[in-house]
């Protein structure tokens, strides 16, 4: 089913629609899969899909056939039909034996089947606005298309295998692949030439020290760089609005350094994106001062706070200098419990002065600072921080230049 939908300019332009499909297995419980598909469905959202409906199963593991069990395969099929919605969209990466089978059960349907995987490509692709991010995301899904290209050639799905069957279908679609390959080939061999190039960049950039802002993705760090640099860096309340890497020279006090900020992480982010963005990692890797920002209003900033960290530790950063930043204080909700209710306080109702004192009072190896880039509250110690921090860098690189900033101490 495709809905108009107005957008901003008046006119109207069609809004698919979708279903989400996940599992709880015995690596994955039921509040982590209803995290993973609020997600999703806010995935989905940035890729402009209204989402129907939510389907899950219990499972000890995906079905190597159609993830889902045939039960629940039917009852999906049963909703389709009624509701004819424009895709389903399945929260794990499918094999392609699972795509091709899935495929299979709704050919009659017409409805698209996406995994994870998929999703996040096609919002990188509407999202990339720099030649240099364009490659990147082409190359992430020629590398994803590759194993599943046979599903591409629906015209030759009349030639079953066996004798007398064989023909020109498997020659054109070993034809593919191989233009596929070439494709994949001459792709990171541009990359690779960009890539020289933008470290040539990174080298002339001088002596200044480099901050990178890093983080799970939509907690405000375009914000934060407009902020601090007064600049434009696009910033919006959606997922991956941020691809490109943005570099601005900023001052504090009369001390000048390069900001930088970075593609968001995300669970169960697709290998093809990490291998493909790996020059825009570099910004990360060569940056002397990382700024982790956290989203602190939204109910899992704990676990995308950890997924961070584990993914910083993956591309080798983990012990780089760094500061934490909890931002969106303004957006944090505190409900209190009744006086005659024993029961043990559940994450809503502590408020942001008692979660101050947990476990991010003991984060002793970094500065850690509470604010809202949003409405501009606790920036001056923000700052008066960062200073402190690039102060300490810059002159351990330039210790004779220590009287620039006695005025400051």
């Given at each position: 089913?495709?809905?108009?939908?107005?957008?901003?300019?008046?006119?109207?332009?069609?809004?698919?629609?979708?279903i989400?499909?996940?599992?709880?297995?015995?690596?994955?419980?039921?509040?982590?899969?209803?995290?993973?598909?609020?997600?999703?469905?806010?995935?989905?959202?940035?890729?402009?899909?209204?989402?129907?409906?939510?389907?899950?199963?219990?499972?000890?593991?995906?079905d190597?056939?159609?993830?889902?069990?045939?039960g629940?395969?039917?009852?999906?099929k049963?909703?389709?039909?009624?509701?004819k919605?424009?895709?389903?969209?399945?929260?794990?990466?499918?094999?392609?034996?699972?795509?091709?089978?899935?495929?299979?059960e709704?050919?009659?349907?017409?409805?698209?089947?996406?995994?994870?995987?998929?999703?996040i490509?096609d919002?990188?692709?509407?999202?990339?606005?720099?030649?240099?991010?364009?490659?990147?995301?082409?190359?992430?899904?020629?590398?994803?298309?590759?194993?599943?290209?046979?599903?591409?050639?629906?015209h030759?799905?009349?030639?079953?295998?066996?004798?007398?069957?064989?023909?020109?279908?498997?020659?054109?679609?070993?034809?593919?692949?191989?233009?596929?390959?070439?494709?994949?080939?001459?792709?990171?061999?541009?990359?690779?030439?960009?890539?020289?190039?933008?470290?040539?960049?990174?080298?002339?950039?001088?002596?200044?020290?480099?901050?990178?802002?890093?983080?799970?993705?939509?907690?405000?760090?375009?914000?934060?760089?407009?902020?601090?640099?007064?600049?434009?860096?696009?910033?919006?309340?959606?997922?991956?609005?941020?691809?490109?890497?943005?570099?601005?020279?900023?001052?504090?006090?009369?001390?000048?350094?390069?900001?930088?900020?970075?593609?968001?992480?995300?669970?169960?982010l697709?290998?093809?994106?990490?291998?493909?963005?790996?020059?825009?990692?570099?910004?990360?890797?060569?940056a002397?001062?990382?700024?982790?920002?956290v989203?602190?209003?939204?109910?899992?900033?704990?676990?995308?706070?950890?997924?961070?960290?584990?993914?910083l530790?993956?591309?080798?950063?983990?012990?780089?200098?760094?500061?934490?930043?909890?931002?969106?204080?303004?957006?944090f909700?505190?409900?209190?419990?009744?006086?005659?209710?024993?029961?043990?306080?559940?994450?809503?109702?502590?408020t942001?002065?008692?979660?101050?004192?947990?476990?991010?009072?003991?984060?002793?190896?970094?500065?850690?600072?509470f604010?809202?880039?949003?409405?501009?509250?606790?920036?001056?110690?923000?700052?008066?921080?960062?200073?402190?921090?690039?102060?300490?860098?810059?002159?351990?690189?330039?210790?004779?230049?220590?009287?620039?900033?006695?005025?400051?101490?």
């Open positions: 089913m495709i809905e108009k939908k107005k957008n901003t300019h008046n006119t109207l332009q069609e809004q698919e629609t979708c989400l499909v996940g599992i709880v297995t015995k690596d994955q419980s039921k509040e982590q899969l209803t995290e993973y598909l609020d997600e999703l469905a806010f995935l989905a959202e940035t890729a402009h899909a209204k989402c129907l409906k939510r389907f899950t199963q219990n499972l000890d593991r995906p190597t056939r159609t993830f889902v069990g045939s629940k395969l039917k009852e999906i049963d909703f389709v039909a009624e509701h919605p424009s895709m389903i969209i399945f929260d794990d990466e499918l094999a392609p034996s699972q795509l091709r089978n899935i495929e299979g709704f050919k009659e349907t017409g409805v698209k089947v996406l995994d994870r995987n998929n999703l490509l919002i990188f692709a509407s999202r990339a606005r720099t030649a240099h991010a364009k490659k990147q995301v082409e190359l992430a899904q020629y590398e994803y298309l590759l194993p599943r290209l046979t599903r591409m050639w629906s030759l799905e009349k030639q079953r295998g066996g004798i007398g069957m064989r023909g020109p279908g498997e020659q054109e679609i070993e034809t593919d692949r191989r233009i596929v390959r070439d494709r994949i080939a001459l792709l990171k061999d541009q990359l690779k030439d960009i890539d020289r190039q933008m470290a040539t960049q990174r080298g002339n950039r001088g002596a200044l020290v480099r901050v990178a802002l890093v983080g799970y993705t939509n907690v405000g760090k375009s914000t934060l760089m407009n902020l601090l640099s007064k600049s434009d860096v696009f910033a919006e309340n959606k997922l991956f609005a941020t691809l490109d890497t943005t570099v601005r020279k900023v001052v504090i006090h009369n001390l000048p350094f390069l900001l930088t900020d970075t593609v968001g992480f995300i669970r169960k697709p290998h093809q994106l990490i291998e493909s963005f790996k020059s825009t990692l570099d910004e990360t890797r060569e002397d001062l990382l700024v982790h920002v989203d602190i209003s939204h109910p899992q900033f704990e676990d995308h706070f950890r997924v961070v960290n584990e993914t530790r993956e591309i080798g950063v983990g012990d780089k200098p760094t500061m934490v930043v909890f931002n969106k204080i303004d957006a909700t505190y409900v209190p419990k009744a006086e005659d209710d024993l029961t043990p306080k559940e994450k809503e109702n502590i942001l002065e008692e979660l101050q004192h947990t476990w991010m009072s003991r984060l002793n190896e970094h500065d850690v600072v604010i809202s880039a949003q409405k501009k509250e606790n920036i001056d110690k923000l700052k008066d921080m960062m200073y402190e921090k690039i102060r300490q860098i810059h002159i351990q690189r330039f210790p004779y230049n220590d009287f620039l900033f006695e005025k400051y101490d």
